[in-house]
């Protein structure tokens, strides 16, 4: 309820205004929540009436009618509370139980001579002059700016002592006092409605809890955090608590190296662990217990690849670095990284599917708990095709990256190849008592230059075709499916994304097909999605008619969920004579459901035996 007074004030005093997102319902209704699948937060009969949530937002809707494969999505920061609202509602509808928020970096920064923090005037231009930053330059303390409030302060307890480096880091959260560790240097500070916190730490890295700055003088670095009005985390948390969600809050993200920007900067290990650390224990103090925490976010991109010697790997030491404080501090909640993979032949640096295999191992080391590679498809740096189609030309979405060309001169291997290599890669980590979790990061967008979505540049959305082929590739090999990301991608454009998929979501996805023997008889084993009464179809070069099995009259369905493999994926069983099917083919192999729709991707089947 405390919640919910919060967001009537500000939608009373700020006048948001509310945006719905509007799913049509799923057709045909044909029967329930596959098992697996995220169910409703409250159990219908003990659920109150929708009145009893009614909200300035609207009412609250926590049945997951449309439950589709991918089940996480990325979320943008937003200031209206109301969207956080709409999107998860939105999200839960679709049967998505995670979400993954975006977050903001620590930026060293320049002071002028009156104490003000200094941006750059280009981005893009690193030559132009600097500016004073007006987001810091609201911070004052006493007619003094923050920098030399912090700077007074610390002399006055040892004239000796000095800021060596100024630091900032914006968010639209709020904490709690564990993000202070020396409350007698260290406040809130509250300008009209701006809010921002100093923190002081030793620029040795130590973090010394000993709190002594008047012992003897020293160089300290300072952390000035401009924040938000309201705590958007425990929004998120509240409603996550509501739908079933569990939220992965992002990290602070590493400075980026001056000189070669893909990378973190090590110089400042030392103070992004002190900033990470002061704000996962204050996580740990606040939201101790709370399950729809479901641990956090490493938002510095990376590039999965074989390094010669991953110990001198720039980014990988700030990761293990940053990681060894989270483990430390929120024991048992994971870190979730997206690492991307880049196929391409004709570059530099891009890696086949050995190579990144080998990556894998040396990101697992770091302490991650997650890893969700990017597919690569909504870059163009992968290509979605099977190995027997491998000479055949390149979708002419993918042509603006990779020009005219086959799968096989554009690329080393299909995400298909990427996500078996990176799951034999877990396997023997997990041998060796390593343990982490492989999920795939299906990109919900296309390279476009005029079809762009919100504030996405030369992105736009995909459709839901595509993004089935995309679940299709990588679903047996991880055990969860996520997108980046939920705004703008699946909700730019009439109809959205996610409005295709809430009317079309239960349209068969086969994943992929096995040679299984029941009892005496063999046959072929079509693991997926909503498989259940479906027709199979059978072909392969050379079959004038293809075979069409009906499972429902002579197959077998298992809808139980797979152990290792995404929710909601399924199997059905039909008899092959595999005696009539020549050695050494592909077959192909296509699924349709009781009303006539097909799965938007066929799978095929090697016939090795």
Request: glycine share 8%.
């Amino acid at each position: 309820m405390r919640w919910l007074t919060l967001i009537l004030g500000v939608a009373i005093l700020a006048g948001v205004a509310s945006v719905v997102i509007v799913l049509r319902d799923g057709t045909p209704r044909s029967g329930t929540v596959n098992a697996g699948m995220t169910s409703p937060a409250t159990p219908p009969s003990a659920r109150p009436s929708k009145s009893a949530f009614t909200d300035p937002c609207g009412t609250f809707d926590t049945v997951a009618t449309t439950p589709y494969a991918v089940s996480g999505y990325w979320l943008i920061p937003t200031a209206d509370p109301c969207t956080w609202r709409t999107q998860l509602e939105a999200i839960h509808r679709l049967g998505g139980d995670t979400v993954v928020r975006l977050g903001f970096g620590l930026s060293p920064r320049q002071v002028d001579d009156e104490g003000r923090v200094l941006e750059k005037i280009d981005d893009k231009d690193p030559q132009k002059d600097l500016k004073p930053d007006g987001r810091f330059e609201v911070c004052q303390e006493n007619g003094l700016t923050c920098v030399q409030a912090a700077e007074k302060d610390l002399k006055a307890a040892n004239p000796g002592n000095r800021i060596t480096w100024t630091y900032t880091y914006r968010t639209d959260e709020q904490y709690g006092p564990g993000i202070f560790r020396c409350p007698q240097m260290e406040h809130k500070i509250v300008v009209g409605d701006d809010v921002f916190y100093r923190l002081v730490a030793p620029d040795d890295g130590s973090d010394d809890p000993t709190c002594d700055f008047s012992s003897k003088a020293r160089g300290y670095h300072l952390i000035l955090v401009s924040a938000g009005t309201q705590d958007s985390l425990s929004q998120l948390l509240d409603l996550g608590d509501r739908f079933g969600i569990k939220v992965f809050p992002a990290l602070p993200l590493a400075p980026r190296d001056p000189t070669e920007p893909t990378r973190a900067d090590p110089r400042h290990i030392g103070t992004l662990t002190t900033l990470t650390r002061r704000i996962v224990q204050d996580y740990g103090d606040r939201f101790q217990g709370r399950q729809s925490l479901g641990g956090v976010y490493q938002p510095f991109e990376l590039q999965l690849r074989d390094w010669p010697d991953p110990s001198k790997v720039q980014t990988l030491q700030v990761y293990a670095e940053q990681h060894r404080i989270v483990e430390q501090e929120l024991p048992g909640k994971p870190i979730l990284v997206s690492p991307y993979i880049d196929s391409r032949r004709r570059l530099k640096y891009t890696s086949t599917p050995a190579q990144v295999a080998r990556g894998f191992k040396a990101l697992a080391e770091t302490g991650v708990g997650i890893i969700a590679p990017q597919d690569g498809r909504g870059t163009g740096k992968v290509g979605l095709y099977w190995p027997n189609l491998k000479n055949e030309p390149v979708d002419d979405r993918l042509k603006p990256v990779v020009g005219e060309s086959t799968y096989a001169t554009a690329y080393y291997g299909s995400t298909r190849d990427y996500y078996r290599a990176m799951s034999q890669a877990r396997e023997e980590l997990s041998q060796e008592s390593v343990q982490v979790e492989l999920w795939a990061n299906v990109e919900a967008f296309e390279p476009s230059a005029t079809d762009t979505c919100g504030r996405q540049g030369t992105r736009g959305r995909t459709d839901k075709g595509r993004l089935d082929t995309q679940v299709a590739l990588a679903a047996p090999y991880v055990s969860k499916i996520i997108s980046y990301m939920w705004s703008d991608f699946f909700t730019c454009g009439s109809p959205s994304l996610s409005e295709e998929i809430a009317a079309d979501w239960n349209r068969p996805i086969a994943a992929e097909a096995q040679r299984v023997k029941r009892q005496i008889q063999d046959g072929l084993e079509v693991r997926g999605y909503h498989l259940g009464d479906a027709k199979v179809t059978l072909s392969w070069q050379g079959l004038d008619t293809p075979r069409v099995v009906d499972s429902a009259t002579v197959g077998w369905h298992d809808p139980a969920p797979i152990p290792g493999l995404p929710a909601g994926t399924e199997r059905i069983w039909i008899p092959v004579d595999w005696t009539t099917v020549p050695a050494g083919v592909w077959v192909r192999v296509d699924v349709t459901s009781p009303d006539g729709r097909r799965s938007a991707e066929p799978i095929y089947f090697h016939n090795s035996v």
